[in-house]
């Protein structure tokens, strides 16, 4: 056991979606900016091996790590506030502990015991929560349960926090326990009766938290703190207020304020902390409350009622703008509601489209017309990942003026797939796992926009995609001046395409979404953002010539 490392656990009641993934983001931030290194993994409840699978309208975006692992989007905020790498270990799902069980079990490594909950899942478990402990990389591992306590899905989980809870001690571990308080509106109260409820029901499965996070859309004053530590056997310091936040980066300092940080080095006997240097943050938090000025990013996707679905992008806008002082608004466009007759009339006035990555044929022949205006409107256009893939078919078919032209995802049997199926993808059935996932290098030419954003020659982006560009015709498309600015040097395959004689227009097969953060806005958003504000201000020109 890693004696010297320190565990925190985050369980939730009330109801989900209040935010724990936030609070855990917030707490690792204000422990790193006191010195300490710290990281943070999701338990989530569900059989699924991973979210690689779920369509995005369940839990939203799937993440991918550098090392390959689709995550829960939770992850996607834990680097965004860390700014530091999340692995495969940081998201364990029930399907993957029981996956290690079976194979064991498999194996005869049980030696003829019947395997049951207890022990066998909640050690797997126990083992897992360990393992980024035990690398010696950490001073404290924050390990955020998902679902709501009560659960029958999440037992396992909670039981196995009780009996670590026992192994590690009470000065190596806590329990912060995240609820809510609601405001009744006819009565004009805030109610703790709910906040009351779950804590009893963790209590009934033997665990005591030691912080009881409320979240509030109101001031709770400290006679409601008073009477949420009376009932739930704690001291009023302990209770902590999570008020609504205009955005998810003040919750940091909303929680320095409630002193969060200090109960909890207070109790887990941190030691040899510094005074937390968070002018990085603040200035980042400042400019984005007071931007200068702003655009309007068409994104299209076929996920858009979801805001979830593309929670990355989303938030690589909000880096970039705050970088560049400038508020990024978001039109969600359905790709299924674009037709060619329509296009003008969604578009015209954005001052860039972005087109989002996506799997299967719904709502692809709008994102190809949206591309085609996008294009010859001079609209700054940034493609990820499918978005790139419309980029090509659109160039193939109204500049090549090549016939029957797709991707074989669409159309397997279309005489020029300028999209193709990758070679080692050929013969893979199962779906779980199996794109091609994860960090790979690029090679970018130097001249080229790509490069400009960037500034060097070698990068590493996160894959997520079993189509590429067709490389038979790379040729045809760079004779007819369509760049193709970034290579993979292993296997040549092309990762990033622009078009010179456009203001900006970069379609890359890598998603840059997921490594944006506070502290390294990606290049290629601020590249984009840069452009759309230069669409924006000769619009204006032009309004007032
Ligand atoms: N469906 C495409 C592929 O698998 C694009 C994937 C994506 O946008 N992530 O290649």
Request: charged content about 25%; overall charge negative.
């Amino acid at each position: 056991m890693a004696e010297s490392c320190k565990y925190i656990f985050v369980t939730g009641g009330v109801a989900s979606s209040l935010g724990k993934g936030i609070i855990s983001a917030s707490l690792a931030k204000l422990l790193q900016a006191r010195g300490f290194s710290v990281t943070i993994q999701k338990f989530d409840p569900y059989i699924n091996i991973d979210p690689g699978t779920l369509n995005p309208y369940e839990h939203g975006e799937c993440f991918v790590t550098d090392d390959g692992a689709e995550t829960d989007l939770d992850l996607g905020h834990y680097e965004r506030f860390l700014n530091f790498p999340t692995s495969q270990a940081n998201n364990v799902t029930t399907g993957r502990v029981y996956q290690s069980v079976i194979d064991k079990e498999r194996k005869g490594e049980f030696l003829g015991k019947t395997v049951q909950v207890i022990p066998h899942i909640t050690d797997e478990i126990k083992r897992r929560v360990l393992l980024l402990g035990q690398t010696g990389r950490y001073d404290v591992v924050i390990t955020e349960i998902g679902g709501t306590v009560g659960d029958i899905e999440s037992l396992p989980f909670i039981e196995t926090v009780r009996q670590l809870r026992w192994d590690l001690g009470s000065q190596n571990s806590l329990v912060i326990h995240l609820t809510l308080v609601p405001y009744i509106a006819a009565a004009g109260e805030l109610k703790t009766k709910p906040t009351q409820n779950s804590v009893k029901s963790l209590l009934s499965y033997g665990v005591q938290p030691d912080i009881v996070v409320c979240r509030t859309e109101y001031e709770l004053g400290e006679s409601i703190k008073r009477k949420v530590a009376l009932f739930c056997n704690i001291q009023p310091e302990q209770v902590i207020q999570s008020i609504d936040a205009a955005s998810i980066y003040e919750v940091p300092l909303l929680m320095k304020k409630e002193r969060l940080d200090e109960v909890v080095i207070d109790r887990l006997k941190l030691n040899n902390f510094q005074e937390p240097d968070l002018a990085g943050w603040e200035g980042f938090l400042n400019r984005l409350q007071k931007p200068k000025s702003s655009v309007r990013i068409g994104l299209i996707g076929k996920y858009v009622e979801l805001k979830d679905a593309y929670k990355s992008i989303a938030e690589a806008f909000v880096h970039a703008g705050a970088q560049l002082e400038c508020k990024v608004n978001i039109s969600w466009i359905h790709s299924e509601s674009l037709h060619e007759d329509n296009i003008e009339d969604k578009l015209h006035s954005l001052n860039g489209v972005l087109i989002a990555p996506g799997f299967g044929a719904r709502g692809i022949e709008g994102k190809v017309d949206a591309v085609k205006y996008a294009r010859e409107n001079n609209i700054p256009y940034f493609g990820i990942c499918l978005g790139m893939q419309c980029a090509v078919i659109e160039y193939a078919r109204n500049v090549l003026g090549l016939k029957d032209v797709n991707s074989s995802e669409f159309s397997p049997n279309a005489e020029n797939r300028v999209i193709d199926l990758m070679a080692e993808q050929q013969d893979i059935e199962d779906m779980g796992g199996t794109m091609r996932l994860g960090a790979y290098t690029c090679h970018l030419a130097e001249g080229t926009k790509a490069f400009e954003a960037y500034g060097r020659k070698e990068v590493s982006e996160r894959h997520r995609h079993r189509y590429e560009f067709n490389n038979n015709y790379r040729e045809q498309f760079n004779a007819s001046g369509m760049v193709t600015s970034g290579i993979n040097p292993e296997k040549d395959l092309v990762e990033i395409i622009e078009l010179p004689n456009h203001p900006w227009f970069v379609g890359v097969q890598f998603h840059p979404e997921y490594k944006s953060t506070v502290a390294n806005p990606h290049p290629l958003f601020v590249g984009f953002v840069n452009a759309a504000m230069q669409k924006a201000l000769k619009g204006k020109e032009k309004q007032t010539a």
